[in-house]
Nanobody, 125 residues
Framework: QVQLVQSGGGLVQAGGSLRLSCAASGRTFSNYAMGWFRQAPGKEREFVAS???????GYADSVKGRFTISRDNAKNMVYLQMNSLKPEDAAIYYC???????????????????WGQGTQVTVSS
């Protein structure tokens, strides 16, 4: 059974940084894409970033240049480094991975099957 356990997050002032972590277990981690999504109150879940098994990456326009997704296959970990945070980045962030193998990174939430428990990120202005 695939499990994703998130850590990190919290409260930060605008302009600050946070790093989210996601520990994966239950299968060969390195073979699968990973992604981060977020959901703010009253809004739909939206794509943030994704990384393929070959480490190619994709980002939402709203975070490009500020956020960095990375993975450590030896540790079965994926990270989201968030810099220059803005109040509009506040949301619950979710780590996710698909059930099936894909060659590239994935933008649509419907491509993903397993989700972490969510981590709150709050940005004060």
């Amino acid at each position: 059974q695939v499990q994703l356990v998130q850590s990190g997050g919290g409260l930060v002032q605008a302009g600050g940084s946070l790093r989210l972590s996601c520990a994966a277990s239950g299968r060969t981690f390195s073979n699968y894409a990973m992604g981060w999504f977020r959901q703010a109150p009253g809004k739909e879940r939206e794509f943030v970033a994704s990384i393929s098994w070959l480490h190619s990456t994709g980002y939402a326009d709203s975070v490009k240049g500020r956020f960095t997704i990375s993975r450590d296959n030896a540790k079965n970990m994926v990270y989201l480094q968030m810099n220059s945070l803005k109040p509009e980045d506040a949301a619950i962030y979710y780590c996710t991975t698909p059930a099936r193998y894909r060659t590239g990174w994935l933008r649509s939430q419907y491509e993903y099957d397993y989700w972490g428990q969510g981590t709150q990120v709050t940005v004060s202005s």
